[in-house]
């Protein structure tokens, strides 16, 4: 587990264990488990909207890591042979 932080406008902080994001096939189970904690109670739907950027972000990070792999994979393979 991975908690993931962020402060509130009320500056309190609000936390959540998420798993971590190691692609982007992660990314809908995390938003899951953000949206059952503002549903349940745990954070508030300030904070839920805070770390959903959070999330956001980290989402087109891992695109873009991920686009630059399969960019090089097909540079790669379609290098000319010496």
């Known amino acids: 587990m991975h908690r993931t932080a962020c ?3 009320q500056g309190t902080l609000a936390s959540l264990d ?3 994001l190691r692609s982007a096939a992660d990314l809908p189970g995390a938003f899951q488990s953000l949206v059952a904690a503002v ?4 954070i508030t739907p300030g904070e839920g909207q805070s770390l959903a950027e ?5 989402a ?3 695109e ?6 399969r ?12």
């Open 71 to 82: 960019l090089q994979a097909l540079e790669t393979l379609n290098a000319p042979k010496q």
């Open 39 to 42: 549903v349940e109670g745990k």
């Open 64 to 69: 873009q890591v991920e686009m630059e792999r």
């Open 7 to 9: 402060t509130s406008a």
């Open 60 to 62: 087109q990070t891992i």
């Open 18 to 20: 998420l798993e971590p």
């Open 54 to 58: 959070i999330l956001r972000s980290q």
